[in-house]
């Protein structure tokens, strides 16, 4: 039997970086997934290693379960029941395990994506031969939380090939774990998350794990419910960024300044309340919705201003400011910055004046050598399905 499940990528309308440090942020899933699938060998097989591969990368690894017996003998399978922290001893045991694959230069960036899938593999299901196939929607390392996305999807598969699982193998189709499935999944993603970005607030893996639109603050989520129609254009300006690098800086600048940068991360807090109050409002007519994208377009200024005194904003996400600027349509980084992925509001009260505005701002931005993309928000979360079951 193999399991598929599948997680999404998010956006974050306002509050990354300062979640980190307490204050509220307002985040969103969207329609573009990671997937993995998890089977493990028949006796017929005659396997005995851990597989990984990373389909769109074209690449493969293979672990012999000795190997894995060898370098983690402290490893005892929780059977996924109690999430936990990767130790210092057995980060260095993983890391020794990933330095011996001798990544393509171009590919070291994935060491810790992988790191992440040994140390949640191994602590759910041990030695245990498997192979688990990774592919994804998501541009990686740009903002869009491709991290948590993986680390989701892979707690998802492994944990639904436990004892624990109540799921209906012979369902077809996508299935969703119960509310108890779903918290240790995201627990489990979040330790995941923890290995990727060091210190990971925990937004990303929510938002994929149970999906919609959310306000988070200090790990506790609160669904936004919304009839607004609201609209983002996504740029990706593909300068590359380190999530966990650009947490880090931000971190460093609140120790050197410290009560300027809690100023910060409280302003911050006040917008995400405000922008998650606009979304929630009832809507009565298109005034009322032009009078809320104006606010939630202001807001999202101030929030690009705040970043800006994070440390965290690049040229090439002042160029996308510029010219959407030029269209007075309001834009913000989204994830961590320094570079990646740059969201806009786009205006929804006339469709036929808003449709000609982002056609033309779209043809600026692409003819910088950027990539944009309007996703759907506020979808689905984690998913799961399973095939071959007799
Ligand atoms: N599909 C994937 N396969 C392997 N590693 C992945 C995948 N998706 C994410 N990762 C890991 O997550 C890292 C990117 O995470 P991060 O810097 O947090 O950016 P973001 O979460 O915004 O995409 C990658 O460099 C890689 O280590
Ligand atoms: C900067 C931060 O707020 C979001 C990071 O998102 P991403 O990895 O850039 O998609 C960090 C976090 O909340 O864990
Ligand atoms: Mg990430």
């Given at each position: 039997m193999e399991v598929r499940a599948r997680a999404p990528g998010k956006i974050i309308l306002s509050g990354e970086h300062a979640?980190?440090?307490?204050?509220?942020?307002?985040?969103?899933?969207?329609?573009?997934?990671?997937?993995?699938?998890?089977?493990?060998?028949?006796?017929?097989?005659?396997?005995?290693?851990?597989?990984?591969?990373?389909?769109?990368?074209?690449?493969?690894?293979?672990?012999?379960?000795?190997?894995?017996?060898?370098?983690?003998?402290?490893?005892?399978?929780?059977?996924?029941?109690?999430?936990?922290?990767?130790?210092?001893?057995?980060?260095?045991?993983?890391?020794?395990?990933?330095?011996?694959?001798?990544?393509?230069?171009?590919?070291?960036?994935?060491?810790?994506?992988?790191?992440?899938?040994?140390?949640?593999?191994?602590?759910?299901?041990?030695?245990?031969?498997?192979?688990?196939?990774?592919?994804?929607?998501?541009?990686?390392?740009?903002?869009?939380?491709s991290s948590a996305a993986l680390c989701v999807a892979l707690s998802a598969a492994l944990l639904a090939l436990t004892d624990f699982s109540k799921l209906d193998f012979s369902h077809q189709g996508w299935q969703v774990f119960g509310d108890s499935e779903l918290d240790l999944v995201n627990k489990w993603a979040f330790e995941g998350e923890k290995i990727i970005h060091g210190r990971p607030s925990g937004i990303d893996n929510t938002v994929s794990t149970y999906g919609n639109m959310i306000k988070f603050r200090s790990g506790e989520l609160t669904c936004i419910k919304t009839n607004m129609p609201l609209k983002m254009l996504v740029t990706n300006t593909k300068v590359g960024r380190n999530t966990k690098a650009l947490v880090a800086g931000v971190s460093e600048r609140a120790m050197r300044h410290g009560s300027a940068m809690t100023s910060v991360f409280n302003a911050v807090d006040s917008i995400s309340n405000e922008v998650a109050a606009i979304i929630q409002s009832p809507v009565s007519d298109d005034l009322a919705i032009t009078e809320k994208e104006e606010k939630l377009g202001e807001l999202m200024e101030m929030n690009q201003g705040l970043l800006q005194c994070m440390g965290v904003n690049h040229a090439s996400i002042e160029t996308v400011i510029r010219t959407t600027l030029k269209y007075k349509l309001s834009t913000k980084l989204t994830g961590a910055g320094g570079g990646g992925c740059v969201l806009t509001l786009l205006p929804t009260h006339d469709l036929v004046l808003a449709g000609t505005v982002v056609d033309k701002v779209i043809a600026d931005l692409e003819e910088c050598g950027f990539q944009c993309l309007i996703a759907g928000i506020g979808g689905r979360g984690m998913e799961v399905s399973f095939s071959g079951f007799s």
């Open positions: 979640v980190v440090h307490g204050s509220t942020a307002v985040a969103a899933a969207i329609d573009l997934y990671t997937y993995v699938s998890l089977r493990f060998p028949t006796p017929e097989d005659n396997d005995d290693a851990l597989k990984l591969q990373l389909k769109d990368m074209d690449l493969e690894f293979s672990w012999p379960v000795g190997k894995i017996k060898e370098v983690l003998p402290q490893l005892g399978s929780t059977s996924g029941s109690s999430p936990s922290s990767c130790s210092l001893e057995t980060t260095k045991a993983i890391a020794s395990l990933v330095e011996e694959l001798n990544l393509p230069e171009a590919s070291t960036g994935l060491a810790s994506g992988i790191s992440a899938f040994l140390w949640l593999y191994t602590s759910i299901h041990g030695d245990k031969p498997a192979k688990t196939v990774v592919t994804s929607e998501l541009p990686l390392g740009s903002g869009l939380g």
